[in-house]
T-cell receptor, first 115, second 111 residues
Framework: AQSVTQLDSHVSVSEGTPVLLRCNYS??????LFWYVQHPNKGLQLLLK??????LVKGINGFEAEFKKSETSFHLTKPSAHMSDAAEYFC?????????????FGGGTRVLVKP | EAGVTQFPSHSVIEKGQTVTLRCDPI?????LYWYRRVMGKEIKFLLH????????ESGMPNNRFLAERTGGTYSTLKVQPAELEDSGVYFC?????????FGPGTRLTVT
């Protein structure tokens, strides 16, 4: 069984300041973890993925995430927020090939960027 | 390459009516998934096709929902009869490996 908890349902940041979106996961096996983003009226877009290689993962648009097994965390960060980062972000864990790569989503974090 | 496409983008129907959602996966992707997000809730898995076969339909909420994937290409998800609680966004996704690509979703409103 697997689960994902996103610790903040809403995050508000000022443009140019750092962004931190927190995610904790639970999985019975070595997880594959993802962050997806959904901009208003758009589909889900893959930001980055962790699949047991380097623990610090770089994604698109300046985002990165660090896998910490001891803390069962996969927090998403960006050094400097841009207005275009306003969106909803989802932390996701995969059940792996044995589970047909079925994805379990966190509840989402809605990011507001203030000018 | 073309992404995952879904039709329609929006659908508004009355309770008791039937609606059919369509998904065209990325060409060559054997795996096709349906997910949905009802208002205020998390995105939840509905089912998984491998080619034309249902691999996992554990997330289908009840027998009012019927999914098909003819010839292992496009897929349809039919809701019959629709209920108010079926309102939400229905996402289709496809994959060939562990990276799952999502479509833009169909927003279904049942009134």
């Amino acid at each position: 069984a697997q689960s994902v908890t996103q610790l903040d349902s809403h995050v508000s940041v000022s443009e140019g300041t750092p962004v931190l979106l927190r995610c904790n996961y639970s999985s019975s096996y070595s997880p594959s973890l993802f962050w997806y983003v959904q901009h208003p009226n758009k589909g889900l877009q893959l930001l980055l993925k962790y699949t047991s290689a380097a623990t610090l993962v770089k994604g698109i648009n300046g985002f990165e995430a660090e896998f910490k097994k001891s803390e069962t965390s996969f927090h998403l960060t960006k050094p400097s927020a841009h207005m275009s980062d306003a969106a909803e972000y989802f932390c996701v864990v995969s059940g792996g090939r044995a589970a047909g790569n079925k994805l379990t989503f966190g509840g989402g974090t809605r990011v507001l960027v203030k000018p | 390459e073309a992404g995952v496409t879904q039709f329609p983008s929006h659908s508004v129907i009355e309770k008791g009516q039937t609606v059919t959602l369509r998904c065209d996966p990325i060409s060559g992707h054997d795996n096709l998934y349906w997910y949905r997000r009802v208002m205020g809730k998390e995105i939840k898995f509905l089912l998984h096709f491998v080619k034309e076969s249902k691999q996992d339909e554990s997330g289908m909420p009840n027998n009012r929902f019927l999914a098909e994937r003819t010839g292992g290409t496009y897929s349809t998800l039919k809701v019959q009869p629709a209920e108010l609680e079926d309102s939400g966004v229905y996402f289709c996704a496809s994959s060939q490996d562990f990276v799952v690509v999502f479509g833009p979703g169909t927003r279904l409103t049942v009134t």
